[in-house]
Protein backbone atom coordinates (compact mmCIF):
# COMPACT_ATOMS: atom_id res chain seq x y z
CA UNK A 1 0.00 0.00 0.00
CA UNK A 2 1.43 3.71 -1.33
CA UNK A 3 -0.76 5.58 1.16
CA UNK A 4 -2.16 7.30 -2.07
CA UNK A 5 -5.96 6.55 -2.42
CA UNK A 6 -7.88 6.82 -5.11
CA UNK A 7 -11.70 6.62 -5.41
CA UNK A 8 -13.44 5.68 -7.25
CA UNK A 9 -11.87 1.97 -8.31
CA UNK A 10 -14.03 1.69 -11.20
CA UNK A 11 -16.42 4.24 -13.53
CA UNK A 12 -18.63 3.29 -16.09
CA UNK A 13 -20.12 6.12 -18.27
CA UNK A 14 -21.49 7.33 -21.60
CA UNK A 15 -19.92 9.27 -24.31
CA UNK A 16 -20.34 13.18 -23.62
CA UNK A 17 -20.52 12.91 -19.51
CA UNK A 18 -18.60 14.16 -17.21
CA UNK A 19 -16.74 12.31 -14.24
CA UNK A 20 -14.67 13.78 -11.37
CA UNK A 21 -11.74 11.27 -9.51
CA UNK A 22 -10.60 11.85 -6.41
CA UNK A 23 -6.95 11.31 -5.27
CA UNK A 24 -5.74 11.56 -1.50
CA UNK A 25 -2.01 12.06 -1.22
CA UNK A 26 0.24 10.48 1.17
CA UNK A 27 0.24 11.93 4.50
CA UNK A 28 2.92 14.81 4.16
CA UNK A 29 3.27 15.03 0.61
CA UNK A 30 2.84 18.43 -0.64
CA UNK A 31 2.88 17.19 -4.73
CA UNK A 32 0.33 15.68 -6.62
CA UNK A 33 0.71 14.33 -9.74
CA UNK A 34 -2.34 12.91 -12.56
CA UNK A 35 -1.59 10.64 -15.22
CA UNK A 36 -3.10 8.37 -17.93
CA UNK A 37 -2.70 4.91 -19.36
CA UNK A 38 -4.12 3.88 -22.66
CA UNK A 39 -3.47 0.96 -24.86
CA UNK A 40 -2.62 3.57 -27.18
CA UNK A 41 -0.52 6.16 -25.44
CA UNK A 42 0.55 4.04 -22.54
CA UNK A 43 1.46 5.52 -19.90
CA UNK A 44 1.63 9.89 -19.53
CA UNK A 45 1.77 12.96 -17.49
CA UNK A 46 -0.77 15.19 -17.37
CA UNK A 47 -1.14 17.16 -14.79
CA UNK A 48 0.89 18.29 -11.53
CA UNK A 49 -0.41 20.25 -8.34
CA UNK A 50 2.21 21.59 -5.41
CA UNK A 51 0.71 22.84 -2.52
CA UNK A 52 -2.46 23.81 -4.03
CA UNK A 53 -1.15 25.44 -7.19
CA UNK A 54 -0.79 24.33 -10.49
CA UNK A 55 3.07 23.74 -11.62
CA UNK A 56 3.24 21.53 -14.74
CA UNK A 57 1.06 20.63 -17.50
CA UNK A 58 1.90 17.31 -19.50
CA UNK A 59 -0.74 16.12 -22.55
CA UNK A 60 -3.52 17.17 -20.93
CA UNK A 61 -6.66 17.83 -23.19
CA UNK A 62 -8.27 21.07 -22.93
CA UNK A 63 -11.77 19.09 -22.02
CA UNK A 64 -9.65 17.85 -18.48
CA UNK A 65 -9.51 20.19 -15.37
CA UNK A 66 -7.59 19.37 -12.10
CA UNK A 67 -7.07 21.33 -9.03
CA UNK A 68 -5.49 20.83 -5.83
CA UNK A 69 -7.78 21.57 -2.40
CA UNK A 70 -6.60 22.96 0.75
CA UNK A 71 -6.36 19.73 2.59
CA UNK A 72 -4.10 18.64 -0.24
CA UNK A 73 -6.70 16.27 -1.85
CA UNK A 74 -6.89 17.15 -5.53
CA UNK A 75 -9.80 15.97 -7.83
CA UNK A 76 -9.66 15.26 -11.83
CA UNK A 77 -12.57 16.53 -13.78
CA UNK A 78 -13.08 15.27 -17.40
CA UNK A 79 -16.02 16.32 -19.24
CA UNK A 80 -17.64 15.86 -22.53
CA UNK A 81 -15.89 12.35 -22.59
CA UNK A 82 -15.13 9.84 -25.62
CA UNK A 83 -14.26 6.71 -26.54
CA UNK A 84 -10.66 7.27 -26.41
CA UNK A 85 -10.97 8.40 -22.92
CA UNK A 86 -11.12 5.11 -21.99
CA UNK A 87 -8.32 4.14 -19.60
CA UNK A 88 -6.50 3.93 -16.05
CA UNK A 89 -6.11 7.24 -14.29
CA UNK A 90 -3.48 7.48 -11.85
CA UNK A 91 -2.54 9.67 -9.29
CA UNK A 92 0.91 9.93 -7.42
CA UNK A 93 2.19 12.18 -4.66
CA UNK A 94 5.23 12.99 -3.88
CA UNK A 95 7.04 14.99 -0.78
CA UNK A 96 8.07 17.93 -3.46
CA UNK A 97 8.67 18.59 -7.21
CA UNK A 98 10.90 17.55 -9.53
CA UNK A 99 13.55 15.38 -7.91
CA UNK A 100 11.99 13.41 -5.11
CA UNK A 101 10.19 10.00 -5.35
CA UNK A 102 6.32 9.82 -6.51
CA UNK A 103 4.89 7.56 -4.85
CA UNK A 104 1.33 5.64 -6.79
CA UNK A 105 -1.99 5.12 -5.96
CA UNK A 106 -4.39 2.18 -7.55
CA UNK A 107 -5.66 4.10 -10.11
CA UNK A 108 -9.27 4.69 -11.38
CA UNK A 109 -10.57 2.71 -14.57
CA UNK A 110 -12.51 4.81 -16.38
CA UNK A 111 -14.82 2.81 -19.16
CA UNK A 112 -16.99 5.22 -21.72
CA UNK A 113 -18.92 3.75 -23.69
CA UNK B 1 11.44 16.08 -24.18
CA UNK B 2 13.33 13.23 -22.83
CA UNK B 3 12.97 10.25 -24.93
CA UNK B 4 12.93 6.45 -22.95
CA UNK B 5 14.08 3.26 -24.81
CA UNK B 6 13.06 -0.19 -22.61
CA UNK B 7 14.64 -3.78 -23.58
CA UNK B 8 13.76 -6.08 -24.54
CA UNK B 9 9.57 -5.88 -24.80
CA UNK B 10 8.85 -9.03 -23.87
CA UNK B 11 10.74 -11.69 -21.68
CA UNK B 12 9.64 -15.23 -21.09
CA UNK B 13 11.67 -17.46 -18.67
CA UNK B 14 11.57 -20.79 -16.19
CA UNK B 15 10.94 -19.88 -12.77
CA UNK B 16 14.47 -19.36 -10.97
CA UNK B 17 15.85 -18.01 -13.99
CA UNK B 18 17.81 -14.63 -14.03
CA UNK B 19 17.29 -11.74 -16.17
CA UNK B 20 18.71 -8.28 -16.82
CA UNK B 21 16.13 -5.19 -18.04
CA UNK B 22 17.51 -2.06 -19.83
CA UNK B 23 16.20 1.51 -20.03
CA UNK B 24 18.25 4.09 -22.26
CA UNK B 25 17.15 7.49 -22.21
CA UNK B 26 18.13 10.41 -24.36
CA UNK B 27 18.91 13.74 -21.60
CA UNK B 28 20.61 14.06 -18.13
CA UNK B 29 18.34 12.86 -15.58
CA UNK B 30 18.01 14.25 -11.89
CA UNK B 31 15.46 11.57 -11.07
CA UNK B 32 14.87 7.72 -12.31
CA UNK B 33 12.48 5.38 -10.79
CA UNK B 34 11.71 1.64 -11.67
CA UNK B 35 7.84 0.09 -11.05
CA UNK B 36 6.27 -2.96 -11.46
CA UNK B 37 2.63 -3.06 -12.96
CA UNK B 38 1.37 -6.11 -11.60
CA UNK B 39 -1.06 -7.92 -13.25
CA UNK B 40 -4.35 -6.12 -11.18
CA UNK B 41 -2.75 -2.90 -12.70
CA UNK B 42 -0.87 -1.70 -9.92
CA UNK B 43 2.35 0.63 -9.62
CA UNK B 44 4.91 -1.06 -7.44
CA UNK B 45 8.08 1.45 -6.80
CA UNK B 46 10.50 -0.87 -6.97
CA UNK B 47 13.49 1.58 -6.66
CA UNK B 48 14.91 5.19 -6.65
CA UNK B 49 18.10 5.35 -8.19
CA UNK B 50 19.03 8.89 -9.86
CA UNK B 51 22.46 7.36 -9.83
CA UNK B 52 24.77 4.15 -8.65
CA UNK B 53 23.57 1.11 -7.56
CA UNK B 54 20.76 -0.66 -5.14
CA UNK B 55 19.95 -4.17 -3.84
CA UNK B 56 16.92 -5.07 -2.34
CA UNK B 57 15.96 -8.46 -2.03
CA UNK B 58 16.46 -10.60 -5.17
CA UNK B 59 16.26 -7.29 -6.99
CA UNK B 60 18.84 -4.83 -7.71
CA UNK B 61 19.29 -1.65 -10.15
CA UNK B 62 22.04 0.45 -11.29
CA UNK B 63 21.61 3.73 -13.22
CA UNK B 64 24.69 4.90 -15.06
CA UNK B 65 23.47 8.48 -15.74
CA UNK B 66 26.55 10.12 -17.40
CA UNK B 67 25.97 6.95 -20.54
CA UNK B 68 22.31 7.42 -19.92
CA UNK B 69 21.15 4.03 -19.22
CA UNK B 70 19.88 2.21 -15.84
CA UNK B 71 19.98 -1.94 -15.71
CA UNK B 72 16.92 -3.53 -13.03
CA UNK B 73 18.16 -7.15 -12.36
CA UNK B 74 16.14 -9.96 -11.12
CA UNK B 75 17.46 -13.16 -10.03
CA UNK B 76 15.65 -16.90 -8.89
CA UNK B 77 12.71 -14.91 -10.92
CA UNK B 78 8.76 -16.24 -9.08
CA UNK B 79 5.89 -16.60 -10.99
CA UNK B 80 4.88 -13.09 -8.67
CA UNK B 81 7.84 -11.50 -10.71
CA UNK B 82 5.27 -11.96 -13.77
CA UNK B 83 4.20 -8.01 -15.11
CA UNK B 84 5.45 -5.43 -16.93
CA UNK B 85 8.38 -3.11 -15.64
CA UNK B 86 8.74 0.59 -16.68
CA UNK B 87 11.43 3.21 -16.31
CA UNK B 88 10.61 6.47 -15.52
CA UNK B 89 13.06 9.15 -15.75
CA UNK B 90 12.72 12.68 -14.94
CA UNK B 91 14.87 14.90 -16.47
CA UNK B 92 14.47 17.81 -14.24
CA UNK B 93 15.27 21.58 -14.98
CA UNK B 94 11.62 22.43 -15.04
CA UNK B 95 8.27 21.42 -13.46
CA UNK B 96 6.95 18.11 -15.42
CA UNK B 97 6.38 14.45 -14.83
CA UNK B 98 8.04 11.22 -15.02
CA UNK B 99 8.03 10.36 -18.47
CA UNK B 100 7.27 6.39 -19.53
CA UNK B 101 9.02 3.99 -21.29
CA UNK B 102 6.74 1.28 -23.07
CA UNK B 103 7.93 -0.98 -20.51
CA UNK B 104 9.29 -4.64 -20.41
CA UNK B 105 6.74 -7.26 -20.19
CA UNK B 106 7.81 -10.56 -18.05
CA UNK B 107 5.83 -14.08 -17.51
CA UNK B 108 7.61 -16.07 -15.02
CA UNK B 109 6.28 -19.46 -15.85
CA UNK B 110 5.99 -22.15 -13.19
Known amino acids: DSGVTQTPKHLITATGQRVTLRCSPR?????VYWYQQSLDQGLQFLIQ???????AKGNILERFSAQQFPDLHSELNLSSLELGDSALYFC????????????FGPGTRLTVT | GIQVEQSPPDLILQEGANSTLRCNFS?????LQWFHQNPWGQLINLFY???GTKQNGRLSATTVATERYSLLYISSSQTTDSGVYFCAPHSGGGADGLTFGKGTHLIIQP
Open chain 2, 27 to 31: DSVNN
Open chain 1, 92 to 103: ASSVAPDTYEQY
Open chain 1, 27 to 31: SGDLS
Open chain 1, 49 to 55: YYNGEER
Open chain 2, 49 to 51: IPS
